[in-house]
Each structure stands twice: as structure tokens, then as C-alpha cells.
């Protein structure tokens, strides 16, 4: 049996940013990843963040994994890393276990945890979607920026959110040729600074349009796609054919918090955050006492907003097991002002539609 005061599942923005805040405010701090490597989804982000200094606007997703590391590096003494390992349950009377390079099974007993398992990628059904060279856009992310591998000639982006956006010039600064994008919905759901960068590369964005089939014998060597109407069902006679060795499927994420799940945390599935999600009060703390919860565990957002929301739980967390220093309240209403800067705009409000059928201010959740 393992024991720690303050456990952090996940080793991601909101994770990281967990363990800095908890560990400065003096708790000791245990973070367990599954990845060989800490920093999550930002080792594989080439572009420049928004937001403000304070989420390290204009600076690239893998530079801010080695910022946070070596703030992390501060406070050493206070924090145990564990990489290669995974969380496969957590229990009522507060074990957690874990499985350590698939052959070492351990348990933990923490005295409080933070949930910041991030979330996983949604997929799409159509025919042949099993075909080699239909990837996800993190799988994508991965082979380009982290290996350094080019997955394909000729790409056919299906899904016109920021993250397809993205991926979309970063394939095209790979030298790869993106054929087109295509989205559903009626309108482009990233930013317009994107979806314009895009554009004056030449790239077409169908809008209203979904895949109708992937055809290719041993891998993908074309795509059907076709209009839909409002209803999102196909328009027989509107087909195109690409001609494409790649498919990158960016329809969304879904919130992976199964842990919280197995624990007991209540839930509640909100539309806008992505999927079902724990309820939880203003500390960040879900409706199992001292189980805390953040990131895109608990609603999908910006990595911006991730790196904040666990600043929060990691300092709440760290106040609710006997840390609470004397800036606690000066440090949480600043983060909580840097949380309403990010999310003040119409994807913000969106957001906060959401985040108000599950947080609770007077210890009655809903």
C-alpha cells in the first residue's frame, strides 16, 4: 500500500497545474500518468495559445510542458512522479489501484484526490471507417509532432472545430496536401483566424457536409462525402469524390472521467460540456468528499482553461486536507478572475451555460 496526502490522476495541463498549486501551498503531492511522459495533449501542440500572459498567450503547447515542469521542479521535495502507470480503480473506502507497466498492480491511499484524466476523441460511423489511414486528430498530432512522421499524402479533414483547423495547417506545414475540410454543421465551429489561414491557403470548408463512405482495399484511397439538410440526414445527387490517403476525424471530445464514475461521484449529462460529467461545488470538489475534479474531465474546454481549473483543484484540494495558506484566498479569487477572462466570449458563454447545471455555491447540488 501506497500512501500519499494528495493524489493527482493525470499528468496533463490540469494535472500539472494541480501539482504546482498544491505542492507550493505545501502538500505532498503523488502524480500518476499513464503516457511515458507528462504534459499530455501539449506535447503534441505546435500552435501559439491564446488567452492572456498568465496561460502563456503567444507560446506553443510544447513549450509550456517544459515551463510547467520546471515550476513543478521547484517543489521536488513535495512531489512524486509515477509515468508508464495507469489508475484502474477507485474504491469506496478510498484505495485507489493502479498497474504499473501492465505487470505491477498497486494500491494507493491518499487523502485526497484530483481527477484530471482529460478526455478522448469522438468517432464517426460510416461504412468502412475501420480502413488503415482513418485516424483521429490526436493520432494525427502524435505521428507529425511527437514522431515526427508524416501519416499520408493527401488528407480529407472531417470536422471544422478549432482542433481540425489546426491540424489542418499543421499538416499542410508537414507538406501534406489537405484536400479539403468538411463539417456538418451550418457553420465553422472554430475560430475565424483559423478557418481564414485556411482559406487563403486555398483549402475549401464544406460546411453541411458529412463522409457517405471510405473506400480503399487494404487502406483508405477515397472518400465519398455529401451534403446533408437541416436535419443532418444526406441529400441524394450532392456526392464528391476525393481522392485521399488520409482521413483525420475531429468531431469532438468526450470527457473521460469513468474513475469518478466507479467512485460514486454523481453525474449529470450536459450537452455543453461535451458528455457526462460530475457535479461538483465552487472548490472544485465533487459529491464525494474529498475527491476533486478538473480539466477536460469535467467539461470540454481550451487547454487555457484546463491549466486554470486545476490550479483551482490542486489548491482547494491541498486547503481541504490542511494547507491552506495565508494568499488562499487572494491566489483562488485570482484564478477565478483569470477563468471568467477566458471564458467571456460566445464559446465562453456556452460553456458556462453548462458549468451552471453543475456547480453549486450553497452546498445543495442540482
Known amino acids: 500500500m501506497k500512501h500519499t496526502e494528495l493524489l493527482i490522476i493525470g499528468g496533463g495541463p490540469a494535472g500539472l497545474c494541480a501539482a504546482i498549486s498544491a505542492a507550493s501551498s505545501g502538500a505532498k503531492v503523488l502524480i500518476v500518468e499513464r503516457n511515458k511522459n507528462l504534459g499530455g495533449q501539449l506535447v503534441k501542440q505546435t500552435h501559439m495559445f491564446f488567452g ?58 491518499p487523502e485526497a484526490v484530483v481527477v484530471a484524466t482529460g478526455a478522448f476523441e469522438k468517432a464517426l460511423a460510416f461504412p468502412n471507417n475501420d480502413l488503415p489511414g482513418i485516424y483521429g486528430a490526436g493520432a494525427v498530432q502524435t505521428l507529425m ?72 482495399k487494404n487502406s483508405l484511397e477515397k472518400a465519398i462525402v455529401c451534403q446533408v439538410d437541416e436535419r443532418f440526414n444526406p441529400v441524394e445527387g450532392t456526392e464528391i469524390e476525393f481522392d485521399a490517403d488520409v482521413m483525420c476525424i475531429s468531431v469532438g471530445l468526450t470527457p473521460l472521467n469513468e474513475l469518478l464514475s466507479m467512485r460514486g461521484c454523481q453525474m449529470k449529462y450536459v450537452p455543453q460540456l461535451s458528455g457526462l460529467v460530475p457535479l461538483r461545488n465552487e472548490d472544485y470538489e465533487t459529491t464525494v468528499e474529498n475527491v476533486f475534479a478538473a480539466g477536460d474531465a469535467t467539461g470540454v474546454e481550451e487547454a487555457s482553461a484546463a491549466m486554470v481549473e486545476g490550479y483551482l483543484a490542486g489548491l482547494c484540494a491541498a486547503a481541504k486536507i490542511g494547507y491552506k495558506g495565508e494568499d488562499y484566498s487572494e491566489r483562488k479569487n485570482d484564478y477565478v478572475k483569470q477563468l471568467d477572462a477566458l471564458r467571456s466570449g460566445p464559446v465562453g458563454k456556452h460553456i458556462l451555460s453548462g458549468i451552471e447545471q453543475i456547480v453549486t455555491t450553497g452546498g445543495q447540488y442540482v
Open 145 to 216: 509532432n511527437v514522431y515526427g512522421i508524416k501519416p499520408g499524402d493527401k488528407v480529407l479533414m472531417v470536422g471544422a472545430g478549432n482542433i481540425g483547423l489546426i491540424v489542418s495547417y499543421q499538416l499542410m506545414q508537414a507538406g501534406v496536401e489537405v484536400k479539403a475540410i468538411l463539417d456538418a454543421a451550418p457553420k465553422i465551429g472554430g475560430y475565424l483566424v483559423h478557418a481564414s489561414k485556411i482559406r487563403r491557403m486555398g483549402v475549401p470548408i464544406l460546411t453541411s457536409h458529412t463522409v457517405k463512405e471510405a473506400i480503399g
Open 52 to 109: 492572456s500572459e498568465k496561460q502563456y498567450a503567444s507560446t506553443r503547447g510544447i513549450d509550456i510542458t517544459g515551463i510547467l515542469l520546471k515550476e513543478l521542479d521547484k517543489y521536488k521535495e513535495n512531489v512524486e512522479i509515477l509515468t508508464d502507470t495507469t489508475v484502474v480503480g477507485m474504491y469506496e473506502d478510498g484505495t485507489v489501484t493502479a498497474l504499473h507497466k501492465e505487470d505491477n498492480y498497486f494500491k494507493i491511499k
